[in-house]
């Protein structure tokens, strides 16, 4: 997933739309590739005591588009959509897991999740979330904070893996 930097500075005076996608699309991107080059055993290494792993982190990624670009803005139900009734459900992980088919969902739920965006304004209200209608900027910004938590995670979690490794070569 290659997009435009939010450093370019074409972005520094776009609309305030486009900007909102290149940031959600560069957030997306990071969360995605960290775990690009790394074994099966490493995207799931646990280092923290919840379930939190590099794997279970794109995993929850994945949901958080379904629930913010699908459930909101469709209104279906998360058993509908195929997803967890909880956040924490979705860093289970199963046996047929891998990096690979994790990364698939996750570019799958982003593409999606900008097809079911493209003729929305930032003021059209999506219904399907418990809070209430909400405006898509709020959805924006909301999902923006949590991209960028998780993408500093996955940061923390990749720099341990990678030098636990090196310790060990």
């Known amino acids: 997933m290659v997009f435009q930097a939010t ?6 005076h776009a609309a305030f739309r486009d900007q909102f996608e290149i940031f959600l699309d560069e957030h997306r991107s990071a969360l995605h590739d960290s775990l690009n080059g790394l074994t099966e ?13 590099l794997l279970g982190l794109v ?11 699908d459930e909101a803005i469709t209104c279906r139900s998360r058993s509908e959509i195929g997803i967890p009734d909880t956040p924490d459900e979705s860093f289970d992980l199963h046996d047929d897991d891998t990096v690979a088919s994790i990364q698939s969902a996750h570019q799958q739920a982003c593409a999606a999740s900008r097809r079911a965006t493209e003729k929305l304004t930032l003021d059209d209200l999506v219904r399907g979330n418990r809070r209430g209608p909400l405006p898509l900027r709020w959805v924006y910004l909301h999902t923006l904070r949590e991209l960028a938590q998780h993408c500093g995670h996955a940061e923390i979690l990749r720099e341990q893996i990678l030098s636990d490794t090196m310790l060990h070569s």
């Open 59 to 69: 995993k929850h990624a994945t949901f958080v588009e379904k629930v913010w670009f």
């Open 41 to 53: 055993e490493q995207a799931r290494r646990s280092l923290v005591p919840s379930k939190t792993t």
């Open 7 to 12: 450093t370019e500075p074409t972005i520094f």
